[in-house]
Structures are given as structure tokens and as C-alpha cells.
């Protein structure tokens, strides 16, 4: 069965560092999409950053990146130069392959993260 | 604004009660899902609509009732309220063959039974 796994309940970060976001996935799918997602105290679910499984380079979307390692089943996410307004709780999904291409959301248990001043 | 628009934001209400959460997206999307997000944060997928046909339908009380009037709504009626119900009820819409602009979210409607 398809899963993602986020081992880091919770993190505290100084600011200004980078931060790395555990996540690793399991599936027999030979194609496949991951997505981060941030989840802030307001409570929306803000899209950040998506990888396919054939894309040979790393995704990257402003100071967020994701570190595919197709190999290992990982899909980290690297957050650089933190800021405050990043402290929020942070998803890692997976596509689910499903009949008729409509394809859901597999969720990781989230890692909640707290940028220190 | 181009968004997923869902309504009410929150929602108490008594046991037993029938309640309804509204959801509508102006993004052209064309498939739509209805997630439950318990105390603890997980997600969970209801149910899924594409254009307007329904294509998910995960195990959940048949209480909830999914509707699509056209591929730009998607409700939910609740009926009976139980107080495990009570949780954050989140609308998503996206576009089929375009997954890297992911899925857009609502912003939740958190329902509390009482």
C-alpha cells in the first residue's frame, strides 16, 4: 500500500538557517507526484512545491527546494534562509494512483515547524 | 479573486442536527475532493468529483452526502451531526493533467458538534 512517512514530529529552527523537512514514501508506482504542502496557524493549506517521479532535476520554487532521491524513496523539503513566517505545520503528499485518472492525496502526519527569533 | 471559496468557515452546531458546508472554485478546475482534517492533523479524502460525476468514495458514514451541481460546486450535507464529527472540513480543486500547480484548498470549514 501506498504511504508517506514524516518522521520529525516537530522541529525548532533559529532564523536564517535552512531547514530540512523529512519525507520518505513507499510505492510500486513507477510514476508517481510529490507535493509539499504548508499549513500555517490560519489553518489553509498552501501549496509549495511539486516533484514527478520522471523529473530529473529537483523541483525548486523560490527559497523552497526538495530533495528527490529516487533510490532512497525520499523527498525532503529544504527550506533556505528560514523566516518567521515560515514557523507553520508542513505535509508531504503523494499521488495516489487511481481509476480513471482521478487521482488523490496519500498525506504524510505532517512536522510542525517553529522559526526562532 | 480566483480561489476556492468555502462557507461557512465554522460551524457549531447541536447533535442530531443536518448542516451543510458550500464549496465553489472560479479556477476552471475540474475535479474536486472533499478531505477531513481530524485534531491531530491528519488528512483524509472523502469523496472526489469529476465533472460532476462522482469518482471517490472513501468509507465514511453514509451521513455525508456529496454534491455536484456543476464542476464548479461541490457540498456537503452532513445529516444526523455525531460530536466525532466535529473536525476541519477542507474543499480541494485541480486541474487533471496539470499536478504541478498541485491541488488548490479552501480554507476549511471547522465544524464542532456539541
Known amino acids: 500500500a501506498q504511504k508517506i512517512t514524516q518522521t520529525q514530529p516537530g522541529m525548532f529552527v533559529q532564523e536564517k538557517e535552512a531547514v530540512t523537512l523529512d519525507c520518505t514514501y513507499d510505492?510500486?508506482?513507477?510514476?508517481?507526484?510529490l507535493f509539499w504542502y504548508k499549513q500555517p496557524s490560519s489553518g489553509e493549506m498552501i501549496f509549495l512545491i511539486y516533484?514527478?517521479?520522471?523529473d530529473e532535476q529537483n523541483a525548486t520554487e523560490g527559497r523552497y527546494s526538495l530533495n528527490f532521491q529516487k533510490a532512497r524513496k525520499s523527498a525532503n523539503l529544504v527550506i533556505s534562509a528560514s523566516q518567521l513566517g515560515d514557523s507553520a505545520m508542513y505535509f508531504c503528499?503523494?499521488?495516489?494512483?487511481?481509476?480513471?485518472?482521478?487521482?488523490?492525496?496519500?498525506w504524510g502526519a505532517g512536522t510542525k515547524l517553529i522559526i526562532k527569533p | 479573486d480566483t480561489a476556492v471559496s468555502q462557507t461557512p468557515k465554522y460551524l457549531v452546531t447541536q447533535m442530531g442536527n443536518d448542516k451543510s458546508i458550500k464549496c465553489e472554485q472560479n479556477l476552471g478546475h475540474d475535479t474536486m475532493y472533499w478531505y477531513k482534517q481530524d485534531s491531530k492533523k491528519f488528512l483524509k479524502i472523502m469523496f472526489s468529483y469529476n465533472n460532476k460525476e462522482l469518482i471517490i468514495n472513501e468509507t465514511v458514514p453514509n451521513r455525508f452526502s456529496p454534491k455536484s451541481p456543476d464542476k464548479a460546486h461541490l457540498n456537503l450535507h452532513i445529516n444526523s451531526l455525531e460530536l466525532g464529527d466535529s473536525a476541519v472540513y477542507f474543499c480541494a480543486s485541480r486541474l487533471s493533467g496539470r499536478e504541478n500547480y498541485g491541488y488548490t484548498f479552501g480554507s476549511g470549514t471547522r465544524l464542532t458538534v456539541v
Open positions: 503528499a503523494m499521488r495516489d494512483t487511481n481509476m480513471d485518472s482521478n487521482y488523490q492525496l496519500i
Open positions: 516533484q514527478g517521479s520522471y
Open positions: 510505492t510500486s508506482d513507477q510514476s508517481y507526484g
